[in-house]
């Protein structure tokens, strides 16, 4: 049941978190938005509408919505093939459409089936990948767009040439900074006196630090003086008519267009599973562990998309990394993804050139940690220790996330998981043991409760290596349910394969239905025992019963 939480009650902590989500979005808006082939703005409405929309009608507490990097590479196909922006925002339109359906039809209950450990690996992986690619962005190289999560680059380079290429271009102003905000952000939590100042985020005080040593290595003509494109590029209108130039709208004559169904299709599904995900994964980040509702979140998706393709937005999903901020900046409730929505609207309208002072190193900073926090070695070895079963499949869904993408990452991990699963109930289709008696050992296979067309291989091969002349009793009495297929290999083992190896085979407790007749045991003495145990059982019920009548009579 979901815990309702007052998104007034909390202010103390949300709109900190708020303020430090809105630092660590607005870099990865413009990033987005550019590496999608888009206007810079439209991955700001993107934000604003994924902080106050969709913050507003989603049910979870700690997630945050905006433009995200899994999209980057179908927007920019989509907006070349369709030929014009603001006919992909008739798609994004139709996206949404598609979204708010998918909720209603309750297709959310699909998360149900992630497991924990694949959840996990998703959330390492990304830990992973913020840390290789902030690295360059915290010496100075800026080559990669902020946001970027491809391993493969468009120039055939890769997350790994980028960070060793980075050592040719380290600029040691943004070095400078990067140390100075991480040791600002480090000691935030860790200096006693620091900590009593809850209502000022670290990060807000190591932007500061940040802008403030940039303005003064420029000011004294510095060699460490950062330059403009190592900055945050807000655009910023010149006019009110450049402003509202800025907001497109979608072209509706091309809803007849088949390609606009087809990308909106894709963007749907794509963004559906994308938000599924980081809901299951802002669930487990949660530390009051409040579940969220996935079906309302579909609608609040479908929603938000739908504003923001009427104001010239980008497509949005729920994302792990401003979620991740979100949570380690303390935040409680909704209103911290509002909060920041509130301030990313705000900001355009009123401070864009004192927001393009920031320098991108201490952006960097600010998601180095959130890349550790996310990917700590504690995580891996938890993992370890829990056995191959668990570990395997978070291992390979990390590795999957940072080498291909977030959703391969993810199918990958689940289709290991799967089969360790069918292999787990191969092995327990039965129990299998042997009786020595005077005149012959028994041979006894107990089957499990439940017995699907899965198991017929195990008990295939068990079957038909029974030894020739032997005696084997097949044990139902705690079946539940067998599969046709056992059923009929079971009757094809006792009327043929066992006739001709000469096996005297017994059959205990099949029901009527499954058409297999249960042996005579009156003169058996595997019979004999069976009814032994079940009569000792019911007299051990019996005295249990008579026990109880006592001292209550008494």
């Not at 913020?130 to 391993?151: M, N, R, S, T, W």
């Not at 509706?252 to 994308?274: D, H």
């Not at 993810?410 to 289709?429: E, P, Q, Y």
Request: aromatic share 8%.
């Amino acid at each position: 049941m979901t815990k309702k939480t007052n998104i007034f009650g909390n202010l103390k902590s949300d709109l900190p978190s708020g303020l430090v989500v809105f630092l660590v979005a607005l870099p990865l808006c413009l990033g987005i938005a550019m590496a999608s082939g888009a206007p810079l703005f439209s991955g700001i409405i993107s934000g604003v509408i994924g902080g106050i929309v969709v913050g507003y009608l989603s049910k979870s507490h700690v997630s945050v919505s905006g433009p995200a990097a899994g999209l980057t590479a179908i927007v920019l196909t989509a907006i070349t093939d369709l030929g014009a922006f603001n006919i992909f925002l008739t798609a994004v339109f139709l996206a949404g459409l598609i979204q708010l359906a998918l909720g209603f039809l309750k297709a959310g209950s699909i998360s149900n089936y992630f497991p924990t450990n694949v959840i996990e690996g998703m959330l390492a992986g990304i830990g992973v990948i913020i840390i290789l690619k902030q690295l360059p962005h915290a010496v100075g190289y800026d080559a990669d767009f902020e946001g970027d999560e491809a391993f493969v680059q468009a120039d055939g380079g890769n997350t790994f040439s980028t960070l060793f290429g980075a050592l040719d271009y380290i600029q040691l102003g943004s070095v400078v900074i990067a140390l100075v905000s991480l040791a600002i952000l480090i000691s935030w939590d860790k200096v006693p006196f620091l900590k009593k100042l809850k209502l000022i985020p670290g990060a807000l005080v190591a932007v500061i630090v940040g802008v403030v040593l940039n303005e003064i290595f420029i000011s004294t003509g510095s060699s460490l003086a950062i330059a403009k494109e190592h900055l945050v590029s807000l655009p910023v209108p010149s006019s009110m008519d450049e402003f509202k130039s800025m907001f497109v709208l979608p072209d509706f004559t091309a809803i007849t267009n088949p390609k606009v169904w087809i990308v909106a299709l894709t963007i749907a599904i794509v963004a559906s599973i994308e938000s599924l995900l980081c809901i299951e994964a802002a669930d487990r980040l949660d530390l009051q562990k409040r579940f969220t509702d996935t079906n309302v979140e579909l609608r609040a998706q479908g929603i938000g998309n739908i504003v923001s393709s009427l104001l010239g937005g980008l497509p949005m999903t729920s994302v792990v990394v401003r979620t991740s901020a979100n949570v380690n900046a303390g935040a409680r409730s909704k209103m911290s993804a509002i909060v920041h929505g509130v301030l990313l609207l705000v900001s355009v309208l009123a401070i864009p050139m004192l927001l393009n002072k920031i320098p991108l190193a201490t952006l960097a900073a600010v998601l180095l940690l959130v890349g550790y926090k996310l990917a700590k070695p504690a995580t891996i070895m938890h993992f370890w220790e829990k056995g191959k079963y668990q570990f395997v499949p978070f291992i390979a869904t990390l590795s999957a996330v940072v080498f291909l993408d977030l959703l391969k990452g993810v199918a990958l991990g689940m289709i290991i998981s799967i089969v360790f699963v069918l292999r787990g109930n191969l092995k327990r289709a039965y129990y299998f043991r042997k009786e020595e008696y005077e005149d012959g050992d028994v041979i006894h296979i107990d089957l499990a409760q439940e017995v699907s067309f899965l198991n017929k291989a195990a008990i295939k091969l068990t079957l038909n290596k029974l030894p020739e002349d032997s005696k084997v009793v097949i044990n139902a009495s705690d079946t539940v349910y067998i599969a046709h297929d056992v059923i009929d290999l079971i009757k094809e083992f006792k009327h043929i394969n066992a006739v001709e190896k000469g096996i005297e085979v017994t059959l205990i407790g099949f029901k009527e239905a499954y058409e297999l007749e249960n042996s005579k045991y009156e003169n058996n003495h595997v019979f004999m025992e069976h009814n032994a145990l079940i009569n000792y059982r019911k007299n051990a019920i019996s005295s249990h019963e008579e026990a109880i009548n006592e001292l209550t009579t008494n």
